[in-house]
C-alpha cells in the first residue's frame, strides 16, 4: 500500500471516529473565553511591573514571562492548564537560570536573554535559524559555560533549568535554544542548548 | 462590542465543537481536551489580530491545543509516577476513542500525530500545515510518511482494509 492509500484508510477511519463524536461540544460560552484572555492580560501587566521593579530595586532578578502563572507553580491537575512560558533569571554571579515550560514566543525569549548580555538565538517549533553555524567547543568549555546544576551555595537549579554563564562565553560565540517534541513516554525536553558562533543574523551581534 | 469580537465570536461558534473532536481524538480525556480548547481560543482571542489572518485559524487552535498538552504531560510526567504511556484513558461513552487506529495515533511522536491530525482530520494541504507547525514542507512531508508507516505497523488491518475496499 502506498502513502496516498494509507493515508486514505487512515483519514476514512479518523472521519469516522471524528463523526461519532457529534454529540460532544465545548460548552464555555465565548464571553468566558474573553473574560479568561482579559484576566490573563491583567496578570501580564502586573508581573512587567513587578519584574521591572525588582530590577529597579538591584536586587539581581529578573523575571520575564509570557503567559499568567509567572513565578508561581501551575497547575498540574488534568483540569487547568495554566503554564508559565518560560522564566529567566539573572544571579548575582551572573549566571542566567532558563526555565522553558511552553514552546512560546521564542522571539521575546531571545530578546530577553539577549537584553540579560547573551549573544542568544532562540527558536521553538522550528527549525533552528540557518544563519547559525556550530561553535568548535570542548568539554571544558561547555562545563564553563553551561554549568552543572548542582552547585556549591544556593539557590539550587530546579530540575528543568538550562544554566547559562554568560562571562564563559569567548567574544565569537552565542547560545542556540531550540527545541523538539517527541513521543511523550520519551520526550525530549527543550533541547540542550548549543555553541554557535556568533553572528548579527544568528546570535544578534 | 467591537467588530473584532464579534469577528472572534462568530469563529468560536463555527469552530469550537470542530476543534474540541480532534483534540479530544488526539488526548482521549474529555475534561482535559475541553480545558485545552478551550485555553487555545484564549490565547487565540488574545492573538486575533494574528489568528485571524492564518490560512486556517482552525488549525491554529488545535496546534496550540496540543502544544499545551505536550507541556502538560511533561510537567505531570514529572510530578507524578507513571507507568507506561500517556495515562488518558480514553471516554467510555464513546467508543470510537477505544480504537486501535486512535490508540496508535496517540503513540506517534508529537510532531507526526500533529501532522497527521492536521492534513488528514482537518485536510489542509502541506503548506498549510506547513505554516500551521512552523516547520518545511518536507518535513511535514517526512513527518507524514513516518507517522503512516507507525499506523501501517501498528495496526496490520489497514492494510487489510485497504486491499478489500
Redo the contacts between chains.
Keep these: 500500500?502506498n502513502?496516498s492509500?494509507?493515508?486514505?484508510?487512515?483519514?476514512d477511519?479518523?472521519?469516522?471516529?471524528?463523526d461519532?463524536?457529534s454529540t460532544?461540544?465545548?460548552?464555555?460560552p465565548?464571553s468566558?473565553?474573553?473574560a479568561?484572555?482579559r484576566r490573563?492580560?491583567t496578570r501580564h501587566r502586573r508581573t512587567a511591573l513587578a519584574g521591572a521593579g525588582a530590577a529597579a530595586a538591584g536586587l539581581g532578578l529578573a523575571v520575564a514571562a509570557l503567559v499568567p502563572g509567572a513565578g508561581t507553580h501551575?497547575a498540574?491537575s488534568?483540569?487547568?492548564?495554566?503554564?508559565t512560558a518560560w522564566t529567566v533569571t539573572r544571579l548575582a554571579d551572573g549566571d542566567l537560570y532558563v526555565q522553558i515550560?511552553?514552546?512560546?514566543d521564542p522571539a521575546a525569549l531571545q530578546a530577553r536573554l539577549r537584553a540579560d548580555g547573551l549573544r542568544a538565538s532562540v527558536t521553538?517549533?522550528?527549525?533552528p535559524n540557518p544563519a547559525c553555524r556550530p561553535y568548535p567547543a570542548d568539554t571544558a568549555l561547555l562545563e564553563r559555560v553551561f554549568p552543572k546544576t548542582s552547585r556549591p551555595g544556593p539557590p539550587p537549579a530546579p530540575?528543568?533549568v538550562i544554566v547559562i554563564n554568560p562571562s564563559g562565553l569567548p567574544a565569537d560565540a552565542g547560545v542556540q535554544l531550540s527545541a523538539?517534541?517527541?513521543?511523550?513516554?520519551a520526550?525530549s525536553?527543550v533541547a540542550a542548548p548549543v555553541l554557535v558562533q556568533a553572528s548579527p543574523g544568528c546570535t544578534g551581534g | 462590542m467591537e467588530p473584532d469580537q464579534h469577528e472572534f465570536e462568530m469563529f468560536y461558534a463555527a469552530a469550537r465543537d470542530d476543534c474540541l473532536r480532534v483534540v479530544l481524538i488526539s488526548v482521549g480525556d474529555r475534561q482535559l481536551a475541553e480545558d485545552l480548547v478551550a485555553d487555545a481560543f484564549t490565547r487565540a482571542w488574545m492573538s486575533w489580530p494574528k489568528v485571524r489572518e492564518h490560512p486556517a485559524p482552525r488549525a491554529w487552535v488545535v496546534r496550540t491545543a496540543l502544544n499545551a498538552h505536550v507541556s502538560w504531560w511533561r510537567r505531570r510526567r514529572r510530578e507524578v509516577a507513571l507507568g507506561g504511556h500517556e495515562a488518558a484513558a480514553a471516554d467510555s461513552d464513546f467508543p470510537g476513542l477505544d480504537s486501535s487506529l486512535v490508540a496508535a495515533l496517540r503513540r506517534l511522536p508529537a510532531k507526526q500525530r500533529a501532522v497527521i491530525v492536521l492534513r488528514l482530520l482537518l485536510d489542509l494541504d502541506t503548506a498549510t500545515t506547513a505554516r500551521t507547525l512552523g516547520m518545511p514542507g518536507g518535513t511535514v512531508a517526512s513527518h507524514l510518511h513516518r507517522g503512516l508507516a507507525a499506523l501501517r505497523r501498528d495496526i496490520p488491518a489497514l492494510d487489510y482494509r485497504e486491499q478489500t475496499r
Design positions: 500500500m502513502d492509500t494509507l493515508s486514505a484508510a487512515v483519514k477511519q479518523l472521519t469516522a471516529v471524528h461519532s463524536l460532544v461540544h465545548l460548552k464555555v465565548a468566558e473565553i474573553i479568561r484572555a490573563r492580560r501551575a498540574s488534568p483540569g487547568h492548564v495554566q503554564l515550560r511552553q514552546l512560546s521553538f517549533e522550528s527549525q530540575d528543568g523538539s517534541i517527541s513521543q511523550p513516554p520526550d525536553e
